[in-house]
């Protein structure tokens, strides 16, 4: 039965009263509001405490599966960021830094020596308009027409694949309204105002590779003429032309490219340039560096990380374990015990192809072990394939081991330690729903009790009063017959 607010209160009074009573001798001579208290009490002790019980085992298991989770994500983290710096791989350097900088692409890994010499680096054209007096000088009304393609010397070759870009000049815009028109056009040509010794002058900059080469051509508004002023073209124009668009042109090891940008993919595979300048006649050579000594290093390190997550994998799964039937931490131990054996470069012809290759090894425990003298053998077998293993891609070290903490982490997987830690809390809130109404049923019977108690005390006053009523008169009447 219900007890709704009046009723509490009023049960709360009554025995607020009874106790009163009770300490001055009244009613029953037992505390009622402790003993519906203690009633209440022990009715649902036991379940209370069940749940605390398993709210504290559940949260246990949580704070287990993250502590893995975390180091998971160390893990991942630290050996990500090592790879990521390079250190793991044939760098590539230059003899001459000031022609060219390179780094590694990604495709495939590089190694040896090649000679590189520059003769001519990209460029794109730059021109300048005549002299205005301001940039806030209005230009004229009409249409700025960009054509591209290649300039030599007077002639201009239009590329036709190259769509010509229209810019719209309205009356009244100015030399730097132009500037701004020309720069959210889209056409690959940046413009800015020059405020010269002669005075304002618009500069328009290409793309690098000589078929990126243009002319600018103006269709006035016979209302509002001098747009005209800006049109340039190899054969005519007030404006200068102050750099030619061209291609680069270099060497490696003596055979001849060109390139129409300075950064330069592929030209060995694996390997990306960036060129800065010219050694017509002083070829530079760009080697690789070996990354065996930090290899080496790295397999001891993750042996070590790989070893604290196993370790704590195998105390939370044993036997009374906090972990011990948790599907993913069980789906977690199962893939690290798969690490060694698993092809982490299925593509591959040499001899790295896992990291038993590298030397890890699984020992009967479930700890990792590194075997260096396999390393050493790979590494002097199949140095590219090592580096290779070492790199960001699809496939090799980092790829597994990510692979693998992702999975773990995945929140969608019920498999998985992030999918356990959500069941978990998902029980957790069930659980506490579950004791907040424990405590509101507790209070009901603790209520409803304080009610039955409180009329009980009430009968058993009336009739105390009763009984020293009658006993009184009972007492006079023995006393009148002396």
């Known amino acids: 039965m219900a007890i709704d607010g009046t009723s509490s209160t009023s049960a709360a009074s009554s025995l607020k009263t009874t106790s009163i009573a009770t300490l001055l001798g009244a009613g029953s001579g037992i505390d009622m509001m402790a003993l519906a208290n203690n009633l209440a009490t022990a009715q649902f002790e036991a379940r209370t405490a069940r749940l605390n019980d398993k709210t504290d085992s559940i949260n246990t298991k949580i704070s287990t599966a993250s502590d893995i989770k975390s180091m998971l994500l160390g893990l991942d983290t630290s050996l ?32 040896g020596t090649y000679s590189l010499e520059v003769s001519q680096i990209a460029k794109g054209q730059q021109l300048a308009s005549s002299a205005y007096s301001a940039s806030t000088d209005t230009v004229g009304a009409g249409t700025l027409t960009l054509r591209f393609g290649t300039v030599s010397g007077t002639a201009f ?27 959210s056009s889209g056409a690959g040509v940046t413009a800015y105002i020059a405020n010269t010794a ?16 243009f002319v600018l ?45 300075n ?112 390393l050493s053998a790979t590494l002097e077998a199949d140095p590219e394939g090592v580096a290779a293993m070492f790199t960001n891609g699809l496939y090799g070290v980092y790829s597994t081991i990510d692979k693998i903490y992702r999975s773990a982490t995945s929140t969608t997987n ?54 020293t009523m009658l006993q009184n008169q009972i007492d006079a009447w023995n006393n009148s017959g002396k």
């Open 80 to 111: 990500g960021t090592l790879v990521r710096s390079g250190d793991l791989s044939r760098s590539p350097s230059i003899a001459n830094s000031s022609v060219a900088a390179a780094s590694l692409s990604g495709t495939s890994t590089p190694s």
């Open 198 to 213: 002669s005075g304002a002058q618009l500069v328009l900059k290409g793309a690098e590779g000589a078929a990126n080469g």
């Open 263 to 374: 950064t330069i993919t592929d030209p060995v595979p694996g390997l990306k340039l960036q060129l800065t300048g010219t050694n017509v006649g002083a070829p530079t050579t760009i080697s690789f560096s070996d990354p065996s000594d930090a290899i080496s290093s790295s397999m001891r390190d993750l042996t070590d990380a790989l070893n604290e997550v196993m370790s704590g994998l195998n105390a939370a799964t044993s036997i009374g374990g906090e972990l011990a039937t948790d599907p993913g931490a069980r789906a977690l131990k199962q893939s690290m015990s798969k690490l060694s054996g698993t092809i982490i470069m299925p593509n591959a012809t040499g001899a790295a192809r896992t990291l038993a290759d590298l030397g890890l090894s699984i020992q009967r425990d479930g700890t990792f072990a590194l075997d260096s003298k396999r």
């Open 414 to 467: 019920t498999n998985s330690l992030a999918g356990s830690i959500t069941k978990y809390n998902k029980e957790l809130t069930k659980i506490s729903d579950n004791i907040s109404d424990l405590a509101d049923q507790q209070e009901r019977l603790r209520a409803r009790l304080a009610s039955q108690f409180a009329a009980s005390e009430g009968r058993i006053g009336v009739l105390k009063s009763t009984q």
């Open 217 to 261: 051509e103006a269709t006035e508004d016979a209302a509002d003429p001098g747009l005209s002023n800006l049109a340039w073209s190899p054969t005519a124009g007030a404006g200068t032309l102050m750099a030619n668009a061209q291609d680069a042109a270099y060497t490696i090891d003596g055979l001849s490219y060109t390139s129409k940008s």
């Open 157 to 183: 070759t239009e590329d036709t694949a190259h769509a010509a870009v229209n810019i719209t000049v309205n009356t009244g815009d100015t030399l730097a309204d132009v500037a701004a028109s020309i720069n």
